[in-house]
């Protein structure tokens, strides 16, 4: 049932279906969602409220990943109907994971097969850091951050407990990524994080990697991202299933797929490190919501300072969360 009445302004129909006014711009664009009527003048939006329940249908569908010509043959059934033509989609969705998963499988033999024994350097590089821990417009801190000179972790909690994120990066620098999973399991069914670290050997650095935090490596001023967020919303994007535009209004853009719990599989890399390299470990609070992460982190400056920049650029962002930056440069 909707509480709308008449034709209301984007903003009210937004509230009303719990999307953003930005998403319904983009539903309209890609002509799934057309507002009832349009301005002439103005060209503002108006929605109707027996718009309600397919706006919220264009949005679930969009977040299962089915295709838009798809989308809008369904949006256009009777209810039953389309609860048939969406299981017959994921049907074929879930054969085509497993067809997925046999072909994978024998792409990593073979990679693993053909791949050289590698020779890995023993020098040792110096680390200096920069840290920003903040607990932004939160009422506690969730984030937790690990600096040693030979580990550097962030962990992003959610739930019950303020510590969780804390535990779970004393008990991975204690015993790994099992005892860091048990301890965070052990008592807490309600409350999780996530997890990146990056243990550094030499002149090697070894990434584990559960969640939507992120590992950063700065090299000759370009930036790489090294790790990939665990979320259903940039799984999507990276298929070509959502565009960055709807990822970022989407109100499900922070939904992990991954969490520190028994059975999960860590992202792991090796990266080989160079001299005047730079590390930087952010959770999603500073990359959500900073725009022009990569030029701060490039800056010719040193890694305090950089960290410092960062946080700046949140809290003129509004930090509406825990946000937590490491740099690391290497010498």
């Keep these: 049932m909707s509480g709308l009445e008449g034709l209301v302004n984007i903003g009210d129909?937004?509230?009303?279906?719990?999307?953003?006014?930005?998403?319904?711009?983009l539903y309209d664009d890609l002509g799934l969602l057309p507002p009832a009527e349009v301005d002439a003048i103005s060209g503002y939006r108006r929605y109707a409220s027996d718009q309600v329940e397919r706006a919220r249908l264009v949005a679930a569908l969009r977040l299962v990943g089915m295709p838009l010509a798809r989308i809008r043959e369904v949006v256009d059934m009777p209810a039953a109907l389309a609860a048939v033509e969406v299981e017959t989609y994921w049907r074929q969705v879930e054969a085509d994971t497993s067809t997925r998963r046999t072909m994978v499988s024998v792409l990593v033999h073979r990679l693993r097969s053909e791949a050289q024994q590698m020779t890995t350097s023993t020098e040792t590089l110096n680390v200096e850091f920069g840290v920003s821990h903040e607990t932004g417009a939160r009422s506690s801190q969730q984030d937790a951050v690990l600096v040693t000179p030979e580990l550097i972790a962030v962990a992003d909690g959610f739930g019950d407990?303020?510590?969780?994120?804390?535990?779970?990066?004393?008990?991975?620098?204690?015993?790994?990524?099992?005892?860091?999973?048990?301890?965070?399991?052990?008592?807490?069914?309600?409350?999780?994080?996530?997890?990146?670290?990056?243990?550094?050997?030499?002149?090697?650095?070894?990434?584990?990697?559960?969640?939507?935090?992120?590992?950063?490596?700065?090299?000759?001023?370009?930036?790489?991202?090294?790790?990939?967020?665990?979320?259903?919303?940039?799984?999507?994007?990276?298929?070509?299933?959502?565009?960055?535009?709807?990822?970022?209004?989407?109100?499900?853009?922070?939904?992990?797929?991954?969490?520190?719990?028994?059975?999960?599989?860590?992202?792991?890399?090796?990266?080989?490190?160079?001299?005047?390299?730079?590390?930087?470990?952010?959770?999603?609070?500073?990359?959500?919501?900073?725009?022009?992460?990569?030029?701060?982190?490039?800056?010719?400056?040193?890694?305090?300072?950089?960290?410092?920049?960062?946080?700046?650029?949140?809290?003129?962002?509004?930090?509406?969360?825990?946000?937590?930056?490491?740099?690391?440069?290497?010498?």
């Design 13 to 25: 129909f937004a509230r009303e279906t719990g999307l953003t006014p930005k998403a319904l711009r």
């Design 161 to 331: 407990r303020d510590d969780l994120a804390a535990a779970a990066l004393t008990a991975y620098a204690a015993g790994g990524l099992r005892s860091a999973i048990q301890e965070v399991f052990a008592e807490v069914p309600k409350s999780g994080t996530t997890l990146t670290a990056v243990d550094l050997h030499g002149s090697t650095a070894r990434v584990t990697h559960i969640g939507d935090a992120r590992v950063f490596l700065v090299r000759d001023g370009a930036v790489r991202q090294v790790t990939h967020d665990h979320t259903v919303v940039a799984a999507m994007v990276e298929a070509g299933q959502l565009t960055a535009d709807e990822a970022r209004s989407h109100e499900h853009r922070a939904l992990l797929n991954r969490a520190l719990v028994p059975g999960v599989v860590a992202d792991e890399m090796s990266l080989d490190l160079l001299p005047d390299d730079r590390l930087v470990l952010t959770t999603d609070g500073v990359h959500s919501h900073v725009d022009d992460l990569d030029a701060l982190i490039t800056a010719e400056a040193g890694p305090q300072a950089v960290a410092d920049a960062v946080a700046a650029a949140v809290l003129a962002a509004g930090e509406p969360d825990n946000h937590t930056i490491v740099v690391a440069d290497l010498t």
